[in-house]
């Protein structure tokens, strides 16, 4: 089993920035492609960003430029840096980690933006 534990959600005003940490621990036989993705209310979850197990990233085209997705493959640790914050970013945002192609979900966590 793996486990994922997303951190660093909170309240944040119009412009402001936040970063997202999610952590994987567990049977992690090999780097996982890791992403973030978000639910807004009453909406389907959709990517914001992905980064594949050598580097390789590719993002929202509603977040390119303000967002950024890097991990620490020692720590197994992917992160989302997310400038220039707009309320319609707000949501719950969850990680997601592929290994041995099975998904694995972290629980999430809430952003929210105020205007």
């Known amino acids: 089993q793996v486990q994922l534990v997303e951190s660093g959600g909170g309240l944040v005003q119009a412009g402001g920035s936040l970063r997202l940490s999610c952590a994987a621990s567990?049977?992690?036989?090999?780097?996982?492609?890791m992403g973030w993705y978000r639910q807004a209310p009453g909406k389907q979850r959709d990517l914001v960003a992905r980064?594949?197990?050598?580097?390789?990233?590719n993002y929202a085209d509603s977040v390119k430029g303000r967002f950024t997705i890097s991990r620490d493959n020692a720590k197994n640790t992917v992160y989302l840096q997310m400038n220039s914050l707009k309320p319609e970013d707000t949501g719950v945002y969850y990680c997601?980690?592929?290994?041995?192609?099975?998904?694995?979900w972290g629980k999430g966590t809430l952003v929210t933006v105020s205007s």
């Open positions: 567990g049977q992690i036989f090999s780097i996982p492609d």
């Open positions: 980064i594949f197990r050598y580097g390789m990233t």
């Open positions: 997601k980690a592929t290994i041995g192609g099975i998904d694995y």
